[in-house]
């Protein structure tokens, strides 16, 4: 007892920021041994205090997983080299291998949104290729609560239903049907100034991205104008903005189920069909909430297509009408010349293509 | 057939204000002939427009309804009784009855939130005596847009759920449980500036509340304040915060019923109960998503309490996590003394003081 007590009172104790990361690690069921963990770092406050994080818990053997550090240089600041060589040096400097990968996203319009996802997808793309390649069952990102705010706002800058206000999940497939994790540790209670607090306090230097300042950002924008006009209003609207997050994702997560069964449901076998995709009954559809309904055409649309591209909420609403009979019309045009039939009580989808080919009028459906 | 078209020509044109009007009327379903319906007027752009609007539907023969106006005069400004007389003449003019009440409200704070809020009640009050007076069918208030979105912005600063952020309904019952029903048929389609550009169209002067200017109210200072700074990401965001409104009210209504539906499937009858309250099995409510668990639980507690007041999401939260038995505790603390305990397999509901008196170890129930 004695040798345990002075042991434990040697050791220094953990941070609070570190101890935060183990409890939120936990709730999250992540590994405590034996996996590979990939960490990407860019080099800012937030990737820099998650590896500075997890270092402290593997030194302090509250965690014995492998971390392997991993930065892509996009390529598209003059410090950008610089960045890559400063997280290559401080990871060995902890003692953890890091993979650097580089990538050139040369684009006409430098400031649009567009670049911001295309710098995104190269990143995901690079975190899963490094994944793969290490046989890591996780990726950790450094997502704080400000980025999940921030996310929320944008969203519903846009008018977004429940899915898009829900934010950024803590954890998710890396890609879908991946066996790899995409986790932010970060996410439900690390504002942005505790990683710039924790960096300073273990005495790192973190790298400051130019680019975070770009008021020709959206996201910059909200940071930096809406962000604090809102905190004049509620001192934590952060958290606020995060909780309405979470309530939401639950009511999405709840709906989607209902909107699976109602599919389920409303599925017919068709004999004769001009696709695939099987119709569906209008009348058990109608016995169903708006919400559910409309999730259940969604996803029935994204079976069929693949995707939702291009799919706006006037598509759904217009397919919606069928149900009702409002407003005359049997057809609802989709994107990419889909559209959706109602005959006979079902709702059909098909190609417009092949539709427009000359069709004698079908004895069987006739009447 | 002439005849007709000839009278046809010299009729004035519907404004478009009044035709949107009539659309949202028919959308809405409210009764075209015969109905006593009130009009709440305060003499401001919103109200004057909605009365103007009405007036012009009405000697258009496109609405046969008796239109009755109510004004409520708060005594708060000095300009108020100017206001009443203003609303008077403007309505005795158009050929209208109008109702004028007066009321007090005096307050130590004077520009306080709960100041707003006794305005409100006292207004709903007057305006139900009103309707129950002339026997009206329907009471309508001018709520705008603009309305919806500080509405859903003041919800959202504080981290509101689905309910929340629904916004205002543009139909309900003007009192649980009573046959008049509020209306609101601005609120799905008319902004601010379209009150106030068909008042200067019917060249009428509308008068001006000074409070609307007076920024220690929240609501005036997400108007003048956050709401421009939002139009300057998306000049539609009125429309689109107007649009989430409506998808995340749809999904609370669909999750009502689910939890509705859970509620009567977890009840169990109670021999030998503290409390009228049925218990609830803890194995059927741990077969729903937590968003419909959490609003059944909500329910029950409405239904035993009688109201709602002071019950935060942490004492529901505290509720849940006796499901799942995480963190001890069989026993969860709601405001008003009352406590929620899982025995045997279920949730009970009972008032703590009651409790308080000493207790037998029961028999029935132990082991």
């Known amino acids: 007892m004695k040798t345990s007590n002075r042991r434990r009172s040697i050791k220094p104790k953990l941070s609070s920021f570190a101890a935060n990361l183990l409890e939120q690690w936990r ?58 060589l400063w997280v290559k040096e401080l990871t060995t400097e ?35 290729k490094t994944a793969t390649k290490i046989r890591a069952t996780h990726v950790l990102t450094a997502h704080t609560l400000d980025d999940q705010a921030e996310t929320v706002l944008l969203r519903l800058l846009r008018g977004s239903a429940a899915e898009g206000l829900s934010g950024t999940p803590a954890i998710r497939e890396l890609k879908k049907g991946s066996n790899v994790l995409l986790v932010r540790p970060l996410l439900a209670w690390a504002h942005r100034s505790d990683t710039e607090d924790y960096c300073r306090q273990r005495q790192i230097d973190f790298r400051v991205d130019e680019m975070n300042d770009d008021e020709a950002f959206s996201r910059v924008r909200v940071r930096k104008q809406l962000l604090p006009l809102m905190k004049s209003f509620n001192n934590r609207v952060v958290e606020a903005l995060s909780r309405t997050a979470s309530l939401l994702n639950e009511d999405a997560e709840a709906l989607a189920d209902e909107a699976e069964r109602l599919l ?24 169903k909430p708006p919400a559910v309904r409309r999730r259940a055409l969604r996803e029935w649309i994204l079976r069929s297509r693949g995707d939702l591209k291009r799919l706006e909420m006037v598509h759904l609403v217009a397919v919606e009408k069928l149900l009702t009979g409002e407003r005359g019309g049997r057809i609802a045009e989709l994107p990419d010349g889909m559209k959706v039939t109602r005959k006979q009580g079902m709702l059909e989808l098909s190609n417009k293509k092949r539709l427009k080919m000359p069709t004698a009028p079908s004895k069987i459906r006739r009447g």
Chains 1, 2 share one sequence.
């Open 27 to 84: 709730r999250l069921a992540l590994p405590t041994s034996e996996a590979n963990i990939v960490v990407a770092v860019s080099g800012g406050a937030d990737s820099t205090a998650l590896l500075l994080g997890l270092d402290d818990l593997v030194k302090q053997n509250k965690l014995a997983v492998n971390l392997i550090v991993a930065h892509l240089d996009h390529g598209l600041r003059p410090t950008s080299r610089k960045d890559a």
């Open 264 to 287: 389920e449901l409303a599925q017919v076998p068709q004999k004769n069909s001009e696709t695939t995709t099987p119709a569906l009954s209008v009348s058990v559809l109608l016995q």
């Open 94 to 128: 902890l003692g953890y291998d890091v993979v650097s990968g580089r990538t050139n996203l040369k684009s006409e319009s430098q400031k649009s949104e567009n670049l911001e996802q295309a710098a995104r997808d190269a990143r995901y793309k690079f975190l899963l």
